[in-house]
Nanobody
Framework: QLQLVESGGGLVRPGGSLRLSCSVSGFTLDDYAIGWFRQAPGKEREGILCISSSGSGINTAGSVEGRFTISRDNAKNTVYLQMNSLKPEDTGVYYC???????????????????WGQGTQVTVSS
C-alpha cells in the first residue's frame, strides 16, 4: 500500500523558513516522482515543485522560484520542501503526492498524481 505522510508545518513569521518532509512507504523514490502542492482557503490546489523519479528533473512554479527548493533522501524514503523568505500568501495546506511514469520529467498538475498525503498546515503571519 502506497502511503505519503507530510510533516513540519506550523506557524512562521513573514521572512522566516520552514522545512516540510514527505515520508513515503510502499514504494521507492526511484519509481515515482514526488510533487508538492498547496491549497489556500477558497482557492484551487496549486502545484509548486516536483522532482522526477530519476532525481534529475525538477519543475518549479514561478510563485516560489528562488525561495523554495525540493530535495530527497532515497535512503530515508523522504522528500523535503525547504521554504525560505516566506510570505503571508504562502499560507495554506501543503500536500505531497506521487506520480508514476515520470523518470526524467514531472508535472505540477494534480491530475497526474495518483497518491496523496493528508496535508500539513503552513501559516505565515506576524
Amino acid at each position: 500500500q502506497l502511503q505519503l505522510v507530510e510533516s513540519g508545518g506550523g506557524l512562521v513569521r513573514p521572512g522566516g523558513s520552514l522545512r516540510l518532509s514527505c515520508s513515503v512507504s510502499g514504494f521507492t523514490l526511484d519509481d515515482y516522482a514526488i510533487g508538492w502542492f498547496r491549497q489556500a482557503p477558497g482557492k484551487e490546489r496549486e502545484g509548486i515543485l516536483c522532482i522526477s523519479s530519476s532525481g534529475s528533473g525538477i519543475n518549479t512554479a514561478g510563485s516560489v522560484e528562488g525561495r523554495f527548493t525540493i530535495s530527497r533522501d532515497n535512503a530515508k524514503n523522504t522528500v523535503y520542501l525547504q521554504m525560505n523568505s516566506l510570505k503571508p500568501e504562502d499560507t495554506g495546506v501543503y500536500y505531497c503526492a506521487a506520480q508514476g511514469d515520470a523518470y526524467y520529467y514531472c508535472a505540477r498538475t494534480t491530475k497526474e498524481y495518483n497518491y496523496w498525503g493528508q496535508g500539513t498546515q503552513v501559516t505565515v503571519s506576524s
